[in-house]
C-alpha cells in the first residue's frame, strides 16, 4: 500500500488549501482513510476520517465547519479541503489508511491506522 500526500504550503491565516491522498495497492475494494497532524513539540493527532463505501465522515472537534473531507473512488484520491485557516492548523499533514470493522465504521485512532504517507507541510501565518 501506498500513500502519496500532496498540496501542502504556506497561506496566510483565514486562507485555504487542498490537500490530496493519492492510494494505491489496497487489495479490499472499501478502506478507511484519515487525515492526521501533528505540530511543533504536540503528539499526532486525528482531523477527519472517511469510510470509502459509504462515505461517512469523522472530524475533530477543533475542525469541524472549516474542514471537509471528500474522495474520489475513480481516481483513488481522498481529499482535505481547509478553509478559514487558523495559525494553529500549522502542523505535518499525514494520511493514513486502515481497515473498517466488521460493522464498517472507522477508526479514528492513529494506533488503528497500518498505512501512512510521507506527510507535507501546512504553515498558516498570522
Known amino acids: 500500500v501506498q500513500l502519496v500526500e500532496s498540496g501542502g504550503g504556506s497561506v496566510r491565516a483565514g486562507g485555504s488549501l487542498r490537500l490530496s491522498c493519492a492510494a494505491s495497492g489496497f487489495t479490499r475494494s472499501s478502506y478507511c482513510i484519515g487525515w492526521f497532524r501533528q505540530a511543533p513539540g504536540k503528539e499526532r493527532e486525528v482531523v477527519a476520517v472517511i469510510y470509502t463505501a459509504g462515505g461517512s465522515t469523522y472530524y475533530a472537534d477543533s475542525v469541524k465547519g472549516r474542514l471537509t473531507i471528500s474522495k474520489d473512488n475513480a481516481k483513488s484520491t481522498v481529499y482535505l479541503q481547509m478553509n478559514t485557516l487558523k495559525p494553529e492548523d500549522t502542523a505535518v499533514y499525514y494520511c493514513?489508511?486502515?481497515?473498517?470493522?466488521?460493522?464498517?465504521?472507522?477508526?479514528?485512532?492513529?494506533?488503528?491506522?497500518?498505512?501512512w504517507g510521507q506527510g507535507t507541510q501546512v504553515t498558516v501565518s498570522s
Open positions: 493514513a489508511g486502515a481497515a473498517p470493522d466488521y460493522g464498517g465504521n472507522c477508526p479514528t485512532r492513529e494506533a488503528f491506522f497500518d498505512y
